[in-house]
């Protein structure tokens, strides 16, 4: 019965999966996260193939993965969050150290995070923050210091906000004291209430992919977005800069993990170890700029990027800020006050 409804499933959704052999390696990543190339390379020198299928949104990527049983893939993507989900729901296997002598490249301070020690089912591909990027000719910098600073009414209607509820209930949390990954509903309805009141109030609105844009095109002064899109912006205008807040800033980590039933572990293996490599990992960072977990590849990288404290942030920088951690058995309380915040209530 569980094999006829899981055909139905597929078929509804039309998805087939794939079909295992000895030469090929099935994976389901983010779009446009790693070169072509790159993997042209690997089936050059493994003579692997490599059949890739890719999603827009997390919510997809889990969605999949329950509907095939975990079946048909070898290698996903997943954030901290569904990382943690995927390991406690049985949908991940352990990874094999023994197979990936390039482990010793990743930096330490990426390494055996709260949601998976010793780095045990995940290997860190992409770090990342939620920071803030300001056109410097329109905000005073002196004036913008810790996010309680966002609140200043000299701001409204020039601030836009990332539409993530980990980064914009981060800040409520933050303002207040508390951990980003806080699971308390006392603490989650006060960052509420004080985002509602200090901080919503000079929003102009929600945005992901097109929030550092709307900073160039002049619609906002202040955008809170993604590292990797506040770098692109500052090459190309000399009027945006990052700002770091005093409170510290949310880092995510998009890692590789290995399905508990892929049928090419050893093709998995052999992958990523080979983006492991120092140059393969420094060529994917050099087209896809975010912060690279790889030490080695990072000596690679051109001097203005490796130097650059938007993508590559100083310790001191990661010790103040906090690492997303898995907060699922609180989401609901999250998607509670995020849904109260966005409808202004």
């Not at 150290?97 to 709260?114: E, G, I, S, V």
């Not at 045990?120 to 803030?132: A, D, Q, R, V």
């Amino acid at each position: 019965m569980k094999k006829c409804l899981t055909a139905f499933l597929l078929t509804l959704f039309g998805l087939v999966l794939p079909a295992a052999a000895d030469d090929e390696l099935y994976m389901y990543i983010w779009a446009e996260y790693i070169p072509d190339s790159v993997f042209s390379q690997f089936e050059k020198e493994t003579g692997v193939k490599v059949r890739v299928s890719t999603f827009d949104n997390l919510d997809d990527m889990d969605a999949k993965i329950k509907i095939t049983g975990g079946e048909g893939y070898d290698l996903v993507m997943p954030s901290i969050e569904y990382a943690s989900l995927l390991k406690k729901q049985g949908y991940l296997q352990k990874l094999d150290r023994n197979q990936l002598p390039n482990f010793k490249n990743l930096d330490p301070k990426y390494l055996n995070l709260p949601f998976d020690p010793e780095n045990s089912y995940t290997l860190p591909f992409t770090i990342g923050t939620s920071t803030f990027a300001v056109n410097k000719d329109k905000i005073d910098l002196n004036n913008l210091k810790t996010l309680a600073d966002l609140g200043r009414p000299e701001y409204k209607n020039r601030l836009l906000l990332l539409n993530d509820i980990r980064a914009v209930m981060g800040i409520g949390l933050r303002m207040n004291g508390y951990s980003i990954n806080d699971k308390n509903e006392e603490h989650i309805k006060k960052a509420y209430e004080t985002l509602r009141k200090k901080i919503i109030p000079n929003v102009k609105g929600y945005d992901t992919e097109a929030a550092a844009q709307a900073l160039l095109n002049g619609e906002v002064d202040i955008a809170m977005t993604w590292n990797g899109l506040v770098y692109a912006a500052e090459q190309e205008s000399p009027n945006i800069v990052e700002v770091r807040m005093d409170d510290g800033m949310n880092f995510w980590v998009d890692s590789f993990a290995l399905l508990a039933k892929s049928k090419n572990t050893v093709n998995a293996h052999k992958f990523l170890n080979f983006i492991l490599r120092p140059d393969i990992s420094a060529r994917i960072s050099s087209e896809y700029q975010y912060t690279s977990p790889n030490a080695e590849a990072r000596k690679l990288l051109p001097a203005e990027v490796r130097d650059n404290k938007t993508l590559y942030p100083e310790d001191a920088d990661v010790k103040k800020g906090e690492f997303e951690g898995d907060i699922s058995d609180a989401l609901p309380m999250y998607e509670k006050y995020w849904t109260l915040l966005k409808s202004g209530v």
